[in-house]
């Protein structure tokens, strides 16, 4: 599990205009046994039946069990008089895999949203959708779902959605619409990341040595996610590292920014029986700004590990923060290296809006494995952006929430707790 580091929390302005959620069904209205319908080729491919919650029985849920590919549970949505689908940002709904006799592997399935029997959503690689026996809701953006015009006027109009298998054995709750009112999203920052996805297999990149035949760094794939690209550093002498080239954009400088950070991954190296126990450094055009000693240990083996250095750590003079276009080399060095480096970024300055001092709580906002999580407390609204302002994910009424979907990688969390809104940059 990667290690999730919690960079800050700044409070932001109230949301305004909410629009309110819409609960399509929460089956608590309807009756044990009682059966709903399906989008399914055939009546006889399966059946959604009312049934006890799994894990809470005065809860009701829908069980839906398939014998036949794209057999999917299909409701009928008839929205509050005025409102249309446009006027909702999401849809979601949670879902439970318990154990099944009949599929090894329940939970790793496609999944699927139709509206008015027309697919929006197909995903595919039958990747994990939840973990077993663990409630967990799936929230589709209706962005992602390409709605037509329409779509989005429709008032009226049927959602079918879930897993397709032909052994299919799950629970369905909580399906609804959520309102996210005039979100504003977080303002577009000069961030900088490399995660190198745009490079060839292969491919040699730039390192800080002694001599050209002390390492090489070469693209390859991600030792986790064979789909993801990360460099591969092998040396056999020490001091040998990383090197990229940086230019921010326009009109910044390193004054600008706060933290450094990459993320890394130590394997199994038959030639170092500690290859995560080495000394750590970081240069910028070719000057050394930070070395730890004692050779501590760098992450753990085989877990991607985000390695976070603040730049006022790094001691940097007045002419190096005025640069906007410098070098930086950075690893662990070592004779006998061979680790994996990913997501280098540099993080700019982040400014209160400045409300009331007394508004600035800290609330721990942070992900660990797939879960997003509130320190214990429930939140009115969970908004989650991209570093450009992109909305991911909108949630309400959670304590705990489902980022299974989200890539590695720095993320802005805005959630208001309490009637006050806070936002906090988190990093899976």
């Known amino acids: 599990m990667k290690k999730m580091l919690l960079l800050f929390s700044l409070c932001f302005l109230l949301l305004s205009n909410a629009k309110a959620d819409f609960v399509i069904d929460n089956f608590d209205s309807k009756t044990i046994g009682q059966t709903l319908p399906l989008k399914a080729w055939y009546t006889t491919d399966g059946t959604g039946t009312v049934a006890a919650d799994p894990a ?16 999917i549970l299909k409701l009928t949505v008839t929205l509050p008089a005025g409102k249309k689908l446009s006027d909702y940002d999401s849809f979601s709904f949670d879902i439970y895999f318990s154990t099944n006799a009949n599929d090894a592997n329940p939970n790793y399935k496609n999944m699927f949203v139709f509206i008015d029997d027309v697919k929006k959503h197909e995903s595919t690689g039958y990747a994990k959708q ?38 299919g054995n799950y629970y369905v709750d909580n399906v ?42 070469t693209i390859a794939a991600d030792p986790t996610n064979a789909g993801n690209k990360a460099v591969n550093i092998v040396t056999t002498n ?18 600008n920014y706060e933290t450094f950070s990459y993320d890394i991954y130590i394997g199994t190296n038959a030639n170092d029986a ?14 050394k700004k930070l070395e730890t000693t004692g050779y501590a240990k760098q992450a753990e083996m085989s877990t991607w590990t985000t390695k976070t250095f603040t730049l006022a750590s790094l001691a940097l003079t007045s002419t190096e923060l005025a640069k906007s276009t410098f070098a ?5 060095s070592t004779d006998k290296g061979n680790y994996f480096i990913d997501n280098v970024k540099l993080i700019e300055k982040t400014t209160t809006t400045g409300l009331d001092q007394t508004n600035q709580q800290n609330h721990s906002i942070f992900i660990a494995g797939n879960s997003l999580y509130l320190d214990n407390k429930q939140a009115e609204k969970i908004l989650v952006f991209d570093l450009k302002g992109t909305l991911l994910i909108s949630e309400t009424n959670k304590s705990v929430v489902d980022v299974t979907s989200l890539p590695r990688g720095i993320y802005i969390a805005k959630v208001q707790i309490s009637g006050n809104t806070f936002t906090n940059k988190i990093v899976k």
């Not at 809470?56 to 057999?71: F, I, P």
């Not at 990149?205 to 001599?211: D, F, G, I, L, N």
């Not at 930086?328 to 662990?332: K, M, T």
């Open 274 to 287: 500690n290859p995560n126990y080495k000394n750590s450094f970081v240069f910028l055009d070719d000057v």
């Open 176 to 217: 609804k619409l959520t309102g996210g009112g005039d979100v504003t999203p977080p303002p577009t920052t000069g961030n900088v990341t490399i995660d190198f996805n745009d490079k060839t297999a292969g491919q040699t990149e730039a390192m800080k040595a002694w001599y050209p035949a002390d390492g090489t760094a």
């Open 328 to 332: 930086l080399a950075f690893g662990l």
């Open 238 to 255: 020490w001091d040998a590292f990383l090197k990229v080239n940086i230019t921010l954009p326009s009109g910044k400088t390193l004054a």
């Open 130 to 167: 939840a973990e077993m026996t663990t409630w967990t809701t799936k929230t589709f953006l209706l962005s992602s779902l390409a709605l037509t015009d329409a779509e989005k006027a429709k008032n009226t109009f049927t959602i079918a959605f879930g897993v397709s298998t032909d052994k």
């Open 56 to 71: 809470n029985a005065s809860n009701k849920v829908v069980n839906v069990v398939t014998t036949n590919w794209d057999a």
